[in-house]
């Protein structure tokens, strides 16, 4: 049973720290691959929770539903945070495209 909140959240915090420390060091691309591998990772591990859960209470085992409710919450968010992501750097990769022409 998980009791440490949500993991997404977590993400975003490591998201301002790494915004902050980026231009202190030479290294910020590698720093910025790990962030976002943990992302991923992050909602990976969400979704693969909320999934177990899922079919642990299908299956008829004594799981709580507010926890099935709360991992399935916690995989949306994770979810969500990470295509937000992605969009924001599509949209600026596409800005840096346009001034480039």
Same mark, same amino acid.
């Given at each position: &049973?998980? *009791? !440490?909140?949500?993991? $997404? #959240?977590?993400? #975003?915090?490591?998201?301002?720290?790494?915004? %902050? *420390?980026? +231009?202190? %060091? $030479? !290294?910020?691309?590698?720093?910025?691959?790990?962030?976002?591998?943990?992302?991923?990772?992050?909602?990976? +591990?969400?979704?693969?929770?909320?999934? %177990?859960? /899922?079919?642990?209470?299908?299956?008829?085992?004594?799981?709580?539903?507010?926890? /099935?409710?709360?991992?399935? *919450?916690?995989? !949306?968010? +994770?979810?969500? *945070?990470?295509?937000? /992501?992605?969009?924001? #750097?599509?949209?600026?990769?596409?800005? /840096?495209?346009? &001034?480039?022409?």
């Amino acid at each position: &049973m998980r *009791t !440490d909140g949500i993991g $997404g #959240l977590g993400a #975003l915090k490591a998201i301002e720290l790494a915004g %902050s *420390t980026a +231009s202190q %060091s $030479g !290294d910020a691309g590698a720093k910025f691959t790990q962030l976002l591998e943990g992302l991923v990772q992050d909602a990976n +591990s969400a979704q693969k929770n909320s999934e %177990s859960l /899922v079919q642990g209470l299908a299956r008829g085992e004594p799981v709580d539903s507010h926890q /099935v409710i709360t991992a399935l *919450t916690e995989a !949306d968010l +994770s979810f969500r *945070t990470l295509l937000e /992501v992605r969009n924001r #750097l599509i949209e600026a990769y596409q800005e /840096v495209q346009r &001034m480039q022409v």
